[in-house]
């Protein structure tokens, strides 16, 4: 069990880097770079790395690895995120140099949301043991529906999300730089960014319903499970502009993420028979991830062989 002061250092810790992140690299909306991101990308990685080094040293080798399984799931679960992020953004024409302002605040609504979840989810998981089946059968569920879904090619606009937001509030027809909120008379008007960032919100609380439980399959530690969630969540804003351009390849991604889902969610149900070390799982998880990429990029790489023997 955690005391509460290491949450609060572990909250003001990650505050801080994101505010140092916002206020010394990101503070004027931009474009972002495919190498500057790629930089970020890296740096979040390594920091997430790093405190799984603080865990093992401060609660030792079981919650280290706990951490890193659970941060491997988020992490990869985020990737398929971006799907969702990327169609917001060309739905709503969203200029290159906002995006990384939206993120920014969709990734703090994201955090600040899983911890209410992650803290939710772990009482309940102490005070009824059955959730444990209940969280179970939805990881297996979501696995079955990652593996089903088809892409419908519906636009978020057409969603239900929007038309709530549009009776709450009037929405302008074009952006007005940076500001989410302009005043028109005397009347107070949305701008299509804060359509956005609405979108993004809610878009992760959805991936959330998925990636809690699976996250209470490897850990029910709830500061384990939320500092897991919190660094790969933090990490998603530059990954976004690494992955946007080539997300598409990933042919095997829905594949390769429906098995991790399957296989934490047997080992849910199953705990009280079977006991799956914390290094098999995360073993596991991590050759199912690279099974996926490598097989995605064996079938880009002979459709393109294919393609030029054909020309």
């Known amino acids: 069990m955690v005391e509460w002061y290491g949450w609060v250092g572990f909250v003001a810790t990650v505050g801080a880097l994101f505010a140092f992140d916002l206020g010394f690299f990101h503070r004027r909306a931009r474009e972002v770079r495919y190498s500057e991101a790629l930089l970020w990308s890296a740096l979040w990685v390594s920091l ?31 990737v398929d995120n971006i799907f969702v992020f990327v169609l917001v953004f060309l739905s709503f024409g969203v200029p290159g140099r906002l995006r990384q302002r939206v993120l920014m605040w969709g990734v703090v609504g994201a955090v600040v949301l899983r911890l209410c979840f992650i803290l939710g989810g772990a ?24 593996l089903l879904k088809r892409e419908t090619g519906r ?46 919100t809610v878009s992760d609380v959805i991936f959330a319903v998925d ?66 070390p914390t290094a098999l799982s995360l073993g596991v998880i991590a050759a199912i991830l690279a099974a996926g990429v490598v097989a995605s990029w064996i079938r880009t790489r002979v459709r393109h062989e294919t393609s030029t023997l054909a020309s």
């Not at 990881?139 to 079955?144: D, I, M, N, S, Y």
């Not at 952006?175 to 609405?198: I, N, W």
């Not at 969630?229 to 990933?250: D, E, I, Q, S, T």
Request: charged letters at 15%; hydrophobic letters at 60%; proline letters at 3%.
């Open 123 to 146: 009482a309940l998981l102490h005070a009824f043991a059955w959730m444990e089946y209940v969280f179970g059968g939805i990881l297996l569920v979501t696995a079955a529906r990652f």
């Open 48 to 78: 997430g790395l790093a405190f799984a080094v603080v865990l093992w040293v401060w609660l030792g080798s079981q919650a280290a690895g706990e951490y890193l399984a659970g941060y491997v799931i988020e992490w990869s679960l985020s």
């Open 211 to 276: 990636s809690i439980p699976a996250v209470f399959a490897v850990t029910q530690n709830a500061f384990i499970a939320f500092s897991s969630n919190a660094m790969a969540v933090l990490g998603l804003r530059p990954l976004f502009f690494v992955l946007a351009g080539a997300v598409r390849r990933f042919h095997y991604l829905k594949a390769s993420l429906a098995a991790v889902l399957a296989f934490v969610g047997l080992k849910l149900i199953l705990h009280q028979a079977v006991n799956v």
């Open 155 to 200: 636009s978020p606009q057409d969603g239900p999300i929007l038309r709530g937001l549009r009776r709450v509030i009037r929405l302008t027809d074009d952006f007005r730089g940076e500001r989410y909120l302009v005043r028109e008379g005397e009347s107070v008007v949305a701008t299509p960014l804060l359509a956005v960032l609405a979108l993004v």
